[in-house]
């Protein structure tokens, strides 16, 4: 039997990750980090398959007795202070968790097992203020975020282990992908949540920044099959994952309050609140999956408009359930 550790197994990506790998036949262990409040939400449905051992990125002693407990064939490194906009706020913490954080844990690997195949979960923010389209592996980062600076640094120091230490490292470049787990501060899950509540009328307003902001949406369930699919090679390398479509929180907004019946969605919606802006947007991202393709055999499974009703059809039903 596999075994697997996967950190930030309580999140959108670690949940849909773990439900992957029970269904594969792996034993999978879960690092969670000590709070006063345990939000175990995302796994509840898992959680008596699945063993739980704490750990902290910011900790390298316990990263190192995590993986002596779990003795895994893989470690999925998931977890990361990963809201952009909090990034601009808590700078520091963002790096000590995104960026230091990725070397705590292979160095972890390198002095524990440096046979544990490891993938990290480098993002497209990295690319921000693009300088190609669409953007590939060799395309150029320019981060516009401290959280997509820290994700450089993550991305690269991955790379440095597997030239230096040949350490079987990969990272996974995934564009935007939500699901109904992401968490209610990002864009897609609010305004998909705000249109459940709205359409049953418990809410008058969706509050926004920009609505022009494009990004290349998936869904979250489709793209950790392909961190799975990395870590199966006879070769680490990375790859972007994506859908390789563009869409803007516009379109979002309208494919969300369609899927309700409302089509004068603009009678709902404010945008352009300050509160809501970043100090430096990435406008534009579009990714090129084709190398994950051919080499993985990987392609998205679930298009923008199934996407966004999956989303809104799981906030309805939740909001539904809050009533009785």
Known sequence: MKKALITGVTGQDGSYLAELLLSKGYKV???????????????????????????????????????????????YNLAAQSFVKTSWNQPVLTGEFTALGVTRLL????????????????SSEMFGKVTETPQKETTRFYPRSPYGVAKVYGHYITVNYRESYNIFACSGILFNHESPRRGLEFVT?????????????????????????????????????????????????????????????????????????????????????????????????????SKAKKILGWKPKTNFEQLVKIMVQADLETEKKNNQ
């Not at 950790?224 to 803007?248: C, F, P, R």
């Open 29 to 75: 262990y879960g690092l969670t980090r000590r709070t006063s409040t345990v939000n175990n939400e995302r796994i509840k449905h898992i959680q008596d398959q699945i063993e739980l051992v704490q750990g902290d990125l910011l900790d390298q002693s316990s990263l190192s007795a995590a993986l002596v407990t779990s003795k895994p064939d893989e470690v």
């Open 189 to 289: 899950r609010k305004i998909t949540h705000a249109v459940a509540r709205i359409s049953l009328g418990k809410q008058n307003k969706l509050e926004l920044g920009g609505l022009e902001p494009k990004r290349d949406w998936g869904f979250a369930g489709d793209f950790v099959e392909a961190m799975w699919l990395m870590l199966q090679q006879e070769k680490a390398d990375d790859y972007v994952i994506s859908t390789g479509e563009n869409h803007s929180v516009k379109d979002f907004v309208e494919a969300a309050f369609s899927a309700v019946g409302i089509s004068d969605w603009r009678r709902y919606v404010v945008a352009n609140k300050e509160e809501h802006m970043r100090p430096a947007e990435v406008d534009y991202l579009i990714g090129d999956y």
């Open 107 to 122: 160095e972890a690997i390198r002095t524990v097992n440096p046979e544990i195949k490891f993938y990290q979960a480098s």
